[in-house]
Protein backbone atom coordinates (compact mmCIF):
# COMPACT_ATOMS: atom_id res chain seq x y z
CA UNK A 1 0.00 0.00 0.00
CA UNK A 2 1.44 3.43 -1.09
CA UNK A 3 1.30 6.01 1.72
CA UNK A 4 1.56 9.59 -0.09
CA UNK A 5 2.02 11.86 2.67
CA UNK A 6 5.05 9.93 3.61
CA UNK A 7 6.14 8.64 0.01
CA UNK A 8 6.23 4.99 1.26
CA UNK A 9 5.07 1.83 0.56
CA UNK A 10 4.45 -0.67 3.50
CA UNK A 11 4.66 -4.41 2.97
CA UNK A 12 2.42 -6.77 5.40
CA UNK A 13 3.03 -10.55 5.47
CA UNK A 14 3.15 -12.85 2.97
CA UNK A 15 3.53 -16.81 2.22
CA UNK A 16 6.73 -18.91 1.02
CA UNK A 17 6.46 -22.40 0.74
CA UNK A 18 10.12 -22.75 0.02
CA UNK A 19 10.60 -22.52 3.82
CA UNK A 20 10.19 -25.53 5.84
CA UNK A 21 7.87 -24.61 9.14
CA UNK A 22 7.59 -21.02 8.32
CA UNK A 23 5.40 -20.42 5.48
CA UNK A 24 3.42 -17.99 6.31
CA UNK A 25 5.21 -14.63 7.65
CA UNK A 26 4.27 -11.29 10.04
CA UNK A 27 6.66 -8.70 9.42
CA UNK A 28 6.30 -5.26 8.38
CA UNK A 29 8.24 -3.84 5.63
CA UNK A 30 8.41 -0.35 4.53
CA UNK A 31 10.41 0.77 0.78
CA UNK A 32 10.97 4.48 0.68
CA UNK A 33 10.14 5.24 -2.60
CA UNK A 34 12.39 8.47 -3.08
CA UNK A 35 15.54 6.71 -1.87
CA UNK A 36 14.66 3.16 -3.29
CA UNK A 37 15.63 1.77 0.37
CA UNK A 38 13.34 -1.26 2.37
CA UNK A 39 13.77 -0.98 6.00
CA UNK A 40 11.77 -3.57 8.61
CA UNK A 41 9.21 -1.65 11.13
CA UNK A 42 9.34 -3.89 14.55
CA UNK A 43 5.87 -3.31 15.69
CA UNK A 44 5.24 -2.85 19.61
CA UNK A 45 1.42 -3.55 21.34
CA UNK A 46 0.03 -5.79 23.38
CA UNK A 47 -1.10 -8.26 20.79
CA UNK A 48 1.11 -9.29 17.98
CA UNK A 49 0.77 -9.60 14.79
CA UNK A 50 -0.59 -13.24 13.56
CA UNK A 51 1.13 -14.42 10.19
CA UNK A 52 -1.17 -14.78 7.50
CA UNK A 53 -1.03 -14.62 3.82
CA UNK A 54 -4.15 -13.96 1.00
CA UNK A 55 -5.43 -11.21 3.30
CA UNK A 56 -6.48 -7.49 2.15
CA UNK A 57 -4.71 -4.06 3.36
CA UNK A 58 -5.00 -0.67 2.83
CA UNK A 59 -4.57 2.61 4.70
CA UNK A 60 -6.81 5.14 5.84
CA UNK A 61 -4.85 8.19 6.91
CA UNK A 62 -1.66 7.31 9.10
CA UNK A 63 -3.45 3.52 9.58
CA UNK A 64 -2.59 0.02 8.16
CA UNK A 65 -5.71 -2.46 8.27
CA UNK A 66 -5.25 -5.83 7.41
CA UNK A 67 -8.01 -7.82 6.95
CA UNK A 68 -8.55 -11.80 6.84
CA UNK A 69 -6.77 -13.83 5.32
CA UNK A 70 -4.90 -17.15 6.18
CA UNK A 71 -2.91 -18.02 9.04
CA UNK A 72 -0.32 -20.52 9.51
CA UNK A 73 -2.80 -23.71 10.12
CA UNK A 74 -4.30 -22.29 6.08
CA UNK A 75 -7.37 -22.01 8.49
CA UNK A 76 -9.32 -18.51 7.30
CA UNK A 77 -8.48 -15.27 9.72
CA UNK A 78 -11.72 -14.05 10.83
CA UNK A 79 -10.12 -10.76 12.10
CA UNK A 80 -9.40 -6.93 11.65
CA UNK A 81 -5.68 -5.77 12.97
CA UNK A 82 -4.59 -1.91 12.08
CA UNK A 83 -0.90 -0.62 12.71
CA UNK A 84 -0.84 3.27 13.51
CA UNK A 85 2.02 3.92 11.18
CA UNK A 86 2.86 6.75 13.20
CA UNK A 87 3.18 5.01 16.37
CA UNK A 88 3.57 1.64 15.35
CA UNK A 89 1.43 -0.22 17.72
CA UNK A 90 -0.88 -3.15 16.82
CA UNK A 91 -4.85 -2.96 17.56
CA UNK A 92 -7.59 -5.17 17.18
Known amino acids: NYVPECKFVV ?7 EIP ?13 EQLEYQQILIGGSIPASPRCCHCTFVIGSRLIVCGGQGQDFMFCKDLIYVDLDQKRISK
Open 11 to 17: IYGGRND
Open 21 to 33: GKAMFDDFWVIKV
